[in-house]
């Protein structure tokens, strides 16, 4: 299964773009990246999800390198309900399921 | 409203009691997911059923047990021989396990705790 890397935590103030890296070098070309945040002892919510193109909705643009290697979710104006854990997650392939493996994620505090 | 529902939200059992926390979905999904989660810690998975009358284990399956005899339904047991049962446990659905497009939607979790 192809792991993911995350700072375990990040700042960022109030009202600024969040930008948050996560490193998949093993990914492999047809495992998708997927982003979830968990707000303290709640449910993860699903933020986006790409494949080789950059990706934006409502909530995030998701940044995928050339070589599929690395990402950045970006937050694009962070706000105090911002803050929360940041899983960045390869989907493993059908034969698994497509289950998600969630490593320890970054933990972001939004600071007024 | 459609969605994931859990209960109970917190659960007290006493040590050697088996235990079975309820998962119900409303969305019309094929699969579901149970995970367990450790402070600090992320999701583990622990079963996973794709369709009905069929699941499979997860990477932490030992000591627990499931069932899907109903598309809207996964419930997940906790025996005694699970050795350290507490924890926080999340259900989730999606559309389809093996579809390009897998948001996973998360219930609001059972908080177990073994005395």
């Known amino acids: 299964d192809a792991k993911t890397t995350q700072p375990p935590s990040m700042d960022c103030a109030e009202g600024r773009a969040a930008n948050l890296p996560c490193n998949h070098s093993?990914?492999?070309?047809?495992?998708?990246v997927y982003w979830y945040r968990q707000i303290h002892s709640q449910g993860p919510q699903y933020i986006i999800h790409g494949l080789k193109n950059n990706e934006t909705n409502e909530m995030a643009s998701l940044i995928i390198t050339e070589d599929r290697k690395s990402s950045t979710l970006i937050l694009p104006h962070a706000t105090l309900r911002d803050t929360a854990v940041y899983y960045c997650?390869?989907?493993?392939?059908?034969?698994?399921?497509?289950?998600?493996?969630f490593g320890q994620g970054t933990e972001l505090s939004v600071k007024p | 409203d459609g969605g994931i529902t859990q209960s109970p939200k917190y659960l007290f059992r006493k040590e050697g009691q088996n235990v079975t926390l309820s998962c119900e979905q409303n969305l019309n999904h094929d699969a579901m997911y149970w995970y367990r989660q450790d402070p600090g810690q992320g999701l583990r998975l622990i079963y996973y059923s794709q369709i009905v009358n069929d699941f499979q284990k997860g990477d932490i399956a030992e000591g627990y047990s499931v069932s899907r005899e109903k598309k809207e339904s996964f419930p997940l047991t906790v025996t005694s021989a699970q050795k350290n049962p507490t924890a926080f446990y999340l259900c989730?659905?999606?559309?389809?396990?093996?579809?390009?497009?897998?948001?996973?939607?998360f219930g609001p979790g059972t908080r177990l705790t073994v005395l």
């Open positions: 093993t990914i492999s070309g047809n495992e998708y």
């Open positions: 989730a659905s999606s559309i389809e396990a093996g579809s390009s497009y897998n948001e996973q939607f």
């Open positions: 997650i390869v989907r493993a392939p059908y034969n698994q399921g497509g289950k998600l493996i």
